[in-house]
């Protein structure tokens, strides 16, 4: 079974930087799209960026764009997002998500358990 | 990068069939068969149910099915269990290579 686990996560203050990762095993990791999405306690799933099989594509909701940058090593199977300038209103969970395509286009269809992003003072 | 709209609620007694719809626009929802909804319990991930549309993944019980008309896609659960009682969400992707989620729907089984 497809296993995705996220870390990294933690209280941060305003302004400042936290980098998430997130660990791919079980599948054939460069071949398929990988996608961050974030969802704050009690609301609803909040797309933040994507990037394609072979980082040749990459993309970031408006709210991230700037602060954010997503990135992955295939050579340790692994996902990455970078997080600068953090704000009150990036307190989420961040749940990393594979793709069913090489591009950016399909659906998620595996997910991991999220990790938790606290920004406060 | 306005969410896509879903009801924010829907319910039906155990055995019935429900629908919920999810309204975009011809950048994103009309304009693409990648259409995916996804069935959320509290405190867990997001679950795929249904792809490009009308897709279900392996292990996906063929009570859940999807639709697309216009701007509007549809999830529809027929013979409703205890155990669908969940949270919904529909997302698509856009002209822009972005990706939108609705806004959500809980399902209630009465």
């Known amino acids: 079974e497809v296993q995705l686990v996220e870390s990294g996560g933690g209280l941060v203050q305003p302004g400042r930087s936290l980098r998430l990762s997130c660990a791919a095993s079980?599948?054939?990791?460069?071949?398929?799209?990988m996608h961050w999405v974030r969802q704050a306690p009690g609301k609803g799933l909040e797309w933040v960026s994507s990037i394609s099989w072979n980082s040749g594509s990459i993309a970031y909701a408006d709210s991230v764009k700037g602060r954010f940058t997503i990135s992955r090593d295939n050579a340790k199977n692994s996902l990455y997002l970078q997080m600068n300038s953090l704000r009150a209103e990036d307190t989420a969970f961040y749940f990393c998500?594979?793709?069913?395509?090489?591009?950016?286009?399909?659906?998620?269809?595996?997910w991991g358990q999220g990790t938790l992003v606290t920004v406060s003072s | 990068q306005s969410a896509l709209t879903q009801p924010a609620s829907v319910s039906g007694s155990p055995g019935q069939s429900i629908t919920i719809s999810c309204t975009g626009t011809?950048?994103?929802?009309?304009?693409?068969?990648?259409v995916s909804w996804y069935q959320q319990h509290p405190g867990k991930a997001p679950k795929l149910m249904i792809y490009?549309?009308?897709y279900r993944p392996s292990g996906i019980s063929n009570r859940f099915s999807g639709s697309k008309s216009g701007n509007t896609a549809s999830l529809t659960i027929s013979g409703l269990q205890a155990e669908d009682e969940a949270d919904y969400y529909c997302s698509s992707y856009t002209s822009t290579s972005t990706v939108l989620f609705g806004g959500g729907t809980k399902l209630t089984v009465l």
């Open positions: 998500a594979k793709d069913m395509a090489a591009a950016a286009t399909s659906a998620n269809d595996y």
């Open positions: 079980r599948f054939t990791f460069d071949k398929y799209a």
């Open positions: 490009e549309v009308t």
């Open positions: 011809s950048s994103d929802v009309g304009g693409y068969n990648y």
